[in-house]
């Protein structure tokens, strides 16, 4: 249980184009999701909160229109990167909270690898 | 969210136990424990959590010191598959649920 996915795994896009990466909680409904980016030998940076339903929370420093989020469903946000640039390319991974059980545990998806162009 | 401490890197022997520190000096009440680990290239993958009490799990053991400033982690038989980076992370429950990650501790396994 608590499997969460993303797609697509690794994308190669040109500057200027946006990117899409979904996020799905497979087996259970999560209110709440989490996108955090990674640069190489560094460790996870929150990005921000996604809340099924509403807006978006953004750490301070990101971008809330560079970086789209939807969390249109119990199982489903999506992140769009707006205009790519090469700076852009990290890898992205999302987590999701199970919000049934007890442990109040993040599961993380496998991430994504952005290389913009 | 109190700020964790860990050593970079260490080392194990594959069959022996690996026990990874981590320092969480400034921990308040309400802020549990969590360990995190990170294979190269994948997303973290939950070990165990804790508030007070030692806990134990399939995958490990997490040993909190009474004072509750640190803890330790503990894979019991270390193979070379726990070889990733393991994230210890302190944070309030129901504190908007965000996980905040330091920089980690590389474990290697070697034969």
């Known amino acids: 249980g608590a499997v969460v996915s993303q797609h697509p795994s690794r994308v190669i896009c040109k500057s200027g184009t946006s990117v899409k990466i979904e996020c799905r909680s497979l087996?259970?409904?999560?209110?709440?999701m989490f996108w955090y980016r990674q640069f190489p030998k560094q460790s996870l940076m929150l990005m921000a909160t996604s809340n099924e339903g509403s807006k978006a929370t953004y750490e301070q420093g990101v971008e809330k229109d560079k970086f789209l989020i939807n969390h249109a469903s119990l199982t489903l946000s999506t992140l769009t990167v707006t205009s790519a640039h090469p700076e852009d390319s990290s890898f992205y991974i999302c987590?999701?909270?199970?919000?049934?059980?007890?442990?109040?545990?993040?599961?993380f998806g496998p991430g994504t690898r952005l290389t913009v162009l | 969210d109190a700020k964790t401490t860990q050593p970079p890197s260490m080392d194990c022997a594959e069959g022996r136990a690996a026990n990874l520190p981590c320092n969480h000096s400034t921990i308040s009440g309400n802020e549990y424990v969590y360990w995190y680990r990170q294979i190269h290239s994948q997303g973290p993958q939950y070990i165990i959590h804790?508030?007070?009490n030692n806990e134990t799990n399939e995958m490990a053991s997490l040993i909190i010191t009474e004072d509750r400033k640190s803890s330790t982690l503990i894979l019991p038989h270390a193979t070379l598959r726990d070889t990733a980076v393991y994230y210890c992370?302190?944070?309030?429950?129901?504190?908007?649920?965000?996980?905040?990650f330091g920089s980690g501790t590389k474990l290697n396994v070697k034969p």
């Open positions: 987590s999701a909270r199970d919000r049934t059980a007890s442990t109040d545990t993040q599961y």
């Open positions: 992370i302190v944070r309030a429950l129901y504190n908007f649920n965000k996980f905040y």
């Open positions: 804790g508030l007070k």
């Open positions: 087996d259970f409904q999560a209110t709440t």
